[in-house]
């Protein structure tokens, strides 16, 4: 298991804010390849990203010496939906 994956698998149970809109959520598990959260003022649907896309956002970010933000992993990941959800827990992992 990567280092990464394993800083990851240690937010399960906790809750992180949306960088731009500060819109909490939680982190309900951790899998082999994905993360799965659920935002707190949704309806209660279970969201996730895969393993892949925050392994290769982290190294962008890292590279980068940036944060991210949900521009983008929408430009590395056009079609997804939890663009906002994938930036916060990559800023998460890089303090």
């Not at 990464?4 to 598990?29: E, H, M």
């Not at 899998?31 to 707190?40: A, L, V």
């Not at 949704?42 to 393993?51: D, E, I, K, L």
């Amino acid at each position: 298991m990567s280092d990464v994956w394993n800083k990851v698998c240690q937010l399960k149970g906790k809750t992180l804010y949306t960088s731009a809109r500060n819109r909490p959520f939680d982190i309900i598990d951790t899998q082999s390849d994905r993360i799965i959260f659920t935002p707190q003022n949704g309806n209660g649907t279970h969201r996730w990203a895969t393993r892949k896309q925050i392994e290769t956002m982290y190294d962008f970010a890292s590279k980068n010496n940036s944060q991210i933000t949900s521009i983008i992993v929408q430009e590395q990941y056009p079609s997804d939906r939890n663009t906002s959800y994938i930036a916060s827990i990559i800023n998460t992992l890089l303090k």
